[in-house]
């Protein structure tokens, strides 16, 4: 099983780990710093200008529920 917590603040990080460790939980942590390839960066940045553009395509909740075919709940 796999669950992400974003904690706000490193008070709240401290106490979540302290709480796994009180449970003697096994964790692992991920750092949060990812490093994009300029052409990722680039490509970030084009889609960005894209959307301020207005010549990117948007969907609604309900079209992108029917193209991927998803079955509610």
């Known amino acids: 099983m796999t669950i992400v917590v974003?904690?706000?603040n490193s008070q709240e990080e401290?106490?979540?780990?302290a709480f796994l460790d009180s449970m003697k939980y096994d964790?692992?942590?991920e750092d949060e710093i990812f490093i994009l390839s300029e052409a990722q960066q680039n490509e970030?940045?084009?889609r960005d200008r894209e959307?301020?553009?207005g010549e990117a395509e948007t969907y609604s909740i309900d079209e992108?529920?029917?193209h991927f075919n998803i079955k509610e709940k």
């Open 6 to 8: 974003n904690p706000h």
């Open 14 to 17: 401290k106490a979540l780990l």
């Open 27 to 29: 964790y692992s942590q």
């Open 44 to 46: 970030i940045l084009e």
């Open 51 to 53: 959307y301020e553009a």
């Open 64 to 66: 992108i529920i029917a």
